[in-house]
């Protein structure tokens, strides 16, 4: 059974720091693509980063480069979103995504919510 499952979220101070972390199970965690996406009210999902299966390459969404780093354990099979200056902007519920290989299993987390706020 699939489970992707997200941790950490919570309510922070403008400039805080927050670190997610989203452990998955029922699958090869070490061949699958992972991302982070987020939805704040009102709007449309969007794509804040993803790494790649052995955690070479990493790529970000323009909003978050530099304050926001995405890193993987695969032992642990677990993706990090480590999340530095954060902004009202930042609030959202954010999701984490796990893809296959060749189109093969794409799976998501429920969601945990991050709101930036004073």
């Known amino acids: 059974q699939v489970q992707v499952v997200e941790s950490g979220g919570g309510l922070v101070q403008p400039g805080g720091s927050l670190r997610l972390s989203c452990v998955v199970s029922?699958?090869?965690?070490?061949?699958?693509?992972m991302s982070w996406y987020r939805q704040a009210p009102g709007k449309e999902r969007e794509l804040v980063g993803g790494?790649?299966?052995?955690?070479?390459?990493?790529n970000y969404a323009d909003s978050v480069k530099g304050r926001f780093t995405i890193s993987r354990d695969n032992a642990k099979n677990t993706v990090y979103l480590q999340m530095n200056i954060l902004k009202p902007e930042d609030t959202a519920v954010y999701y984490c995504?796990?893809?296959?290989?060749?189109?093969?299993?794409?799976?998501w987390g429920q969601g945990t919510q991050v709101t930036v706020s004073s």
């Open positions: 995504n796990a893809k296959g290989p060749l189109g093969y299993g794409n799976y």
């Open positions: 029922g699958f090869t965690f070490s061949l699958y693509f």
């Open positions: 790494i790649t299966n052995g955690g070479g390459k990493t």
